[in-house]
């Protein structure tokens, strides 16, 4: 059953095509994607940010789920994968930023956000107060990649580990791990 993903965006495929010409092997699966629009669609109006835009795969399961109130500021500092994103995804409510996310994180002064995405090490591994920060109170802060992965580097595992006890023992969350696509945890801000 779990396999059997439907309503994949229209632009998916063009990006999927595109991305495999870029040799881009950290992509965002189909699972990943079809678990963000649910979470998306849950928050009609939805301020949303997503770090490490990629070429924009799960951001078009993003914007597939959000309604026409909601909002989206995606993060990428790689030119060539955002434009790839940029030119399949015309749509007014994203705001692709082309920066560095450690800057844009430690710079950001605007309002909070519903949803975060991070799939990047700021927002992640790094600077993950400061991103946890910017999510309002029952926001969804949702992360893959937490089982391991053939591309994970030399000590990765450790720090994957570490960072899961952490958001365990805070009192200020709540989460549950997936044993879905690469591992995913949805974190709740209380
Ligand atoms: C796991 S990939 C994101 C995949 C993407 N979500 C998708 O749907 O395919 C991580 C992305 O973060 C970007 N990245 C890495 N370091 C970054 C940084 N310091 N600031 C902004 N983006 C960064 C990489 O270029 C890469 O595109």
Redesign the pocket.
């Known amino acids: 059953m779990q396999t059997d993903i439907t309503n994949i965006p229209t632009q998916y495929e063009a990006i999927a095509t595109a991305?495999r010409q870029l040799d881009?092997n950290?992509?965002?699966d189909l699972y990943t994607g079809s678990l963000l629009k649910t979470l998306v669609a849950s928050k009609p109006g939805a301020r949303i940010l997503?770090?490490?835009?990629?070429?924009?795969?799960?951001?078009s399961w993003i914007v597939s789920g959000m309604n026409k109130d909601a909002v989206l500021i995606t993060?990428?500092?790689?030119e060539v994968?955002l434009s790839v994103a940029k030119e399949n995804l015309k749509d007014n409510s994203i705001q692709f930023v082309l920066?560095?996310?450690?800057t844009?994180l430690k710079e950001y002064k605007g309002e909070q956000f519903d949803l975060i995405?991070a799939?990047?090490?700021?927002g992640k591994y790094d600077l993950f107060e400061e991103t946890f920060s910017l999510l309002k109170a029952g926001g969804f802060y949702i992360i893959d990649?937490m089982l391991p992965q053939p591309n994970w580097p030399h000590g990765h595992a450790e720090r994957v580990h570490s960072f899961i006890n952490h958001l365990e023992t805070r009192n200020d969350i709540v989460l549950t791990k997936l044993n879905w696509s690469t591992g995913i945890i949805i974190v709740v801000k209380l």
Do not use: K
């Open positions: 991305t881009f950290m992509a965002s997503e770090l490490g835009t990629g070429s924009g795969l799960a951001t993060v990428e500092n790689n994968l920066a560095d996310g450690y844009w995405f799939d990047a090490m700021p990649d």
